[in-house]
């Protein structure tokens, strides 16, 4: 079931994702109230990150890294009082959630660390996945805003924990696309139909969710972006340098 949301939830950044989770929202008959670095002509488009902070009791953040959640957070960081839960959704490294999640919690606020997999096609389908961490309390509250975008919610531990989560999961997808399309070189090279490869691999334990959705984009050369590449290499740059890399 459900649950009912009585206070104003605000979307920062509308990019592939966000913009999919303010409608969802919208959907379900909640007040939304949304900022991006680029005005967009969207209802309820604020003139400040801080103007939304004043408005919303909610703050759904989706940014691109880790230098731009510091400064989001530092932005609307005077405007934040205990009637505020943030939801910090990009895919940073733990040690900037942790600082993120201390700069929010200076001001008596919470921060709800929540990077999520499902990609655009989840996100349109309101079935993310998402990852969390951080107070019991606040994550229970928070339900009522995920929910609202989402399949599931696994409850990873403390804060900094469901970013390490993230990170590995998407080094399983990434070593997985990267095979799979090294296999499908091979096969094309060969001369054997890629729908062949196809076919074989519904059948063979190694094939995947992932799979089911890229190879198919693959053979039909469909490449418009889901997610970031850039994004995804930055995850495993920040747990090789441990610090900061919108």
Known sequence: MKRTIRKSVGIIGLGIIGRRIADHLRHQGLSVFVWNRTPKPVPNFVGSPSELAQTCNYLQVFVSDDDALMRMIQTISMALTPRHIVIAHPTVSPETMREA?????RRGARLVEAPFT??????EKGQLVYYV?????????????????????VNIGAIGEASIIKIATNMVTAASVQGAAEAMAIVHYSGIPLEKFLDALKQNASNSGTLDLKVPQIIAADFKPHFSVKQHAQGYADRESDGPTL
Not at 101 to 105: D, P, R, T
């Open 101 to 105: 999640a201390g700069l929010v919690e």
């Open 118 to 123: 499902g990609s655009k096609l989840g996100a």
């Open 133 to 153: 961490s951080g107070d019991e309390a606040a994550i229970e509250e928070a339900t009522a805003v995920t929910q609202a975008s989402s399949k599931a919610i």
